[in-house]
């Protein structure tokens, strides 16, 4: 809808509960489209006043808004196409991956003496140095290990454990083979 610049408008107000909404719709910078649109209007339309209030303390029109809006979003008659901001996709995206990743991790068959150390999967390193990570996964030249590749003649121990790394650490030295 265009507006002349010569009819005179009343203010109007419009209360949102939401504070991130308003700083977004008051950004020139914002690269959102819908965000972007929302900002043209603002420009265009200097008597449309954007006003903060907090959510939930009984503001009898956010009530009915809010109630509404959760109507909308639990029935299943209504198709509605929001455009949600990229970041905000890679963040469910990301929320999802690690969910699924979290599953598969839990039930797996492999990967055990890993999981033993790092049971919880995440997307940040663990800033663990080489060495220590082969030590603890079992990728080291100890018995268990080399004897999977038949480069040893019995994975285990003088004590008659198999000789893992956590065998390693709490029941005896062993002279580490190095390559």
């Known amino acids: 809808?265009?507006?002349?610049?010569?009819?005179?408008?009343?203010?109007?107000?419009?209360?949102?509960?939401n504070r991130a909404s308003i700083q977004a719709s008051s950004s020139?910078?914002?690269?959102?489209?819908?965000?972007?649109e929302h900002f043209e209007i603002l420009?265009?339309?200097?008597?449309?006043k954007i006003s903060?209030?907090?959510?939930?303390?009984?503001?009898?029109?956010?009530?009915?808004?809010?109630?509404?809006?959760?109507?909308?979003?639990?029935?299943?008659?209504?198709?509605?196409?929001?455009k949600l901001p990229k970041c905000?996709?890679?963040?469910i995206l990301r929320k999802d991956i690690t969910k699924q990743?979290?599953?598969?991790?839990?039930?797996?068959?492999?990967?055990?003496s890993t999981f033993n150390i790092f049971p919880k999967v995440s997307l940040q390193s663990a800033n663990w140095n080489r060495a220590d990570v082969l030590f603890f996964t079992g990728h080291c030249?100890?018995?268990?290990?080399?004897?999977?590749?038949?480069?040893?003649?019995s994975p285990?121990?003088?004590?008659?454990?198999?000789?893992t790394p956590i065998h390693y650490v709490f029941y005896g030295s062993y002279l580490l083979i190095t390559f």
Request: with cysteine; hydrophobic share 35%; aromatic share 8%.
């Open 88 to 91: 905000h996709a890679k963040n």
């Open 43 to 48: 420009l265009q339309n200097p008597h449309i």
């Open 28 to 36: 020139p910078k914002t690269t959102n489209r819908t965000t972007r």
């Open 141 to 153: 030249p100890l018995p268990s290990y080399l004897h999977r590749f038949h480069l040893a003649n």
């Open 101 to 112: 990743w979290q599953s598969e991790w839990n039930e797996g068959d492999t990967g055990r």
């Open 52 to 82: 903060w209030i907090k959510a939930h303390v009984c503001y009898f029109g956010n009530e009915i808004a809010d109630s509404l809006a959760k109507a909308a979003a639990e029935s299943n008659g209504i198709q509605l196409d929001i």
């Open 156 to 163: 285990l121990c003088s004590c008659g454990e198999i000789r």
């Open 1 to 17: 809808m265009q507006l002349h610049s010569r009819q005179i408008f009343q203010l109007q107000l419009i209360f949102v509960d």
